[in-house]
Structure formats: C-alpha cells, structure tokens
C-alpha cells in the first residue's frame, strides 16, 4: 500500500469530528472507554490546534462557562491540592471536554449519538434490573394455575458505575428523546423516551425520580403550556410505584427522614458542614477548605452531627449536594460563580428558545434545570461520567448559540 493510500484509508484519524463524536457515544457506555477516548480525543485535537491556532477565539460566554474550573484550578493550586483537579473525574479533563464547542461535529447528530448511548445504558439497566434474579417464575400447580412471580432490583453497578451515574444520564436521554421528538415527530424518540424512563424507575432513582417530574412540570406546563404529551410517562410511573411493591417502597422512603438511613445522613451531613462554615475564618469562608480541608477540617463537625441522628460515624467524599460540598470545598465566590454558570446558560437558552421556538434549546434549558435540581442531593460534579457529560453538552450547547446568532 502507497504511503497516500494508507494515509487515505486512515484519514479520519485526524478529523476532529471523528473523536467527538466517538468520544460523546462513549460517555453512556463505559468508564474506561470515556477516559481512553477523552485522552484520544485532546491529543487528536491539541495536535489539530498547533496548525490551527486562529479558530480557538474565546469570547465572553466562553469565560463564563469556564469561570468555575478555572476557579477550582487557583483555588486548589493555592492549596497545594492540584493533583486533585489533574485528576479525570474532578478537574481538568472533563472540563476540557467543553472544547467540543470549537470542533466541526454537527450538534444535531451529536446529540442523536448521545441519545444512542443513554438508550444502549437504558436498555441494559432494565435488563439488569428485571432478569438476574428468579424475577419471571412461571410455577405449573397441580390444579393447572399459573402463578407468576415479579420482582425488580437496584443494579447495584452499571455500565458507567453507580446507579446514580446511570440515572443521570437515563435522565438527560429521557428529555432529550421527548424534545427530538416534539422536533421531528418520529416514533422512535417516544420509543427511547420510554425505554430512559423505564430506566430511571428501575434504577430506584429518588434523586432523579424528582428532577425529571419537576423538568417536566416546567417545561410542559409552564413554558409550553401543553401537559398531553406528560400524561403517558406520568401515568407510566404512577403505575410502577402503585403495583411494584419494591417501587412503592423506595417512593415512601422519600419522606421517611426518622428511619431511612440515606436520608439521615445526607442530613446529618448537611448539619455537620453547615456548623463548620458557621464557625470558618473569613477566608474558608469565602474560598473553601478544599478536599484534604475537608478531610481533616470538616470531619468532626460531620461525626458530631451522626452522632446526633444516631448514626455511625462515617465520612463520605463528598457531601451529598453540589451546594452544600461547593459552599464548603470552594467558599461562597466558588459557590456563585458555580451557580452563575448554569443560570446564566439557563436564561440563554430560554430566551433563545422564545425567540426562535427551536425545541433544541428548550432540552439544553431542561438539561441545567436537571444537573441544578438533582445537585440539591448530590454532587454530580464528583462524578467523571456525569461531568464530562455536562461539559461536553455545554460545548454543543454554546455552538448552537454561536451558530444560530442567540449570543
């Protein structure tokens, strides 16, 4: 083979586009896939950058959207702590995931791929959740009766690691398969709604289980005013929580704050970090303690509060909710600056949505409104997966913006 011929055959090796859209179907699939792809794709486009300086132009809505991990970065370096932010699940990578903003991939078909993934995770979880066990036992009694037998459970690990990191990728595909579909009317995006939902039912979700309702509550009825399209999956998750014993359960456990022990020590936690920050000197107070701060500082504030609830003590990495584990790593400027981001991604998108009925940035507008409103019980930010994922739907996002002049 001619050295032009073997350079033709492997010519898309150097098209950005190529990586990203390998690296966003990746994401929903595997952990160690999303990183491997992630390291491709900075490589493949940090070369690309070397000839092609001139396209990387940053401008105001890129400073914003960057404003927070390039405050984790001074902040931490300040701190001696750098190597937490060089880390893929916490820093530098996954933030950088947001170029994706300067490549050539189509945010239509980006998205679409996205969508393939989270129906690929989708479709394994519930395999995982309804067959494993002796969930269908179909018993032939001598009387010639049939007894079936039905049971669901948790996946305890999924193709991206924890439930909750599924859930929040079912979550972001169950909104995006409805939007595409209010944008192209075909079947097949009802069809993987269906199968995103039935996902996050089945993760047993709680966290999610709420933001997906409130998502939809906003954008059905408040900004479109159209609630027929919410009937079917509303009814859909009624009915599992009212004939699916293990469901009901878990739904109940939501207001159970003297028993359910998940619920207690996110409580307890909360409590212990709030009187810590009560108590800090100006400075944590307003830049954090960061991690190892955390570790050593926070620690007996949080053992003290389990104590209270009744609980052992137990120190988890993070504080289960963006806002109580941002308050305390990256103190209040880290906390507003955080909050900022999404706010003002989410005051864009809306507008842009009114001025031009573009069903796109309606599910970009219902994707922050889903990291904010899950962030109340969990630091999605701790989670690789779900950060990339943030960030990369960030990049698409402001491309779209930029390329339909919404800016």
Known sequence: MSTRKFYEAFKFLWDERFWAYLFLFSIPVSVPLARTSLKLFLLVFFLNVLFRLRKLKLEKVDFIVLSFPAYQFITLLFKGELINFLRVPNGILPSLSYLLRFS?????????????????????????????????????????QFHFHFSVVRPLH???????????LSSTGFILSVILYLKFKRFLYLFSAFLNLLAVILLFDRTYWLAVSLVCFVIFFLVLRNFRLFIPFA????LSVL????????FTSIFDVKHNASNRYRLAMWVGALEFYSQAPIEEKLFGVGREGYKSEVRPFVERAEKKFN????????????????????GLLGLVIFLFVFFYLLFLNLRAFRETSDYLYLFFFSFYLLILIGGIFEYNFEDGVVKCTIYSLMGLNVKLLKGGRAL
């Open 158 to 168: 999924t193709f991206v690691g924890h439930p909750l990191t599924a859930g929040a």
């Open 311 to 330: 609980l052992s003590p137990h120190l988890f990495s993070h504080l289960h909710s963006d806002y109580v584990t941002v308050l305390v790593w990256y």
């Open 243 to 250: 004939t699916v014993p293990q469901i009901k359960e878990r």
């Open 235 to 238: 009814l859909i998750f009624i």
């Open 104 to 144: 050539a991939v189509d945010v239509v078909r980006a998205l679409k791929i996205f969508l393939i993934g989270s129906s690929v995770l989708s479709f394994a979880v519930i395999l995982q959740s309804l067959l494993p066990i002796p969930d269908y036992i179909i018993l032939l009694r001598g009387d010639f």
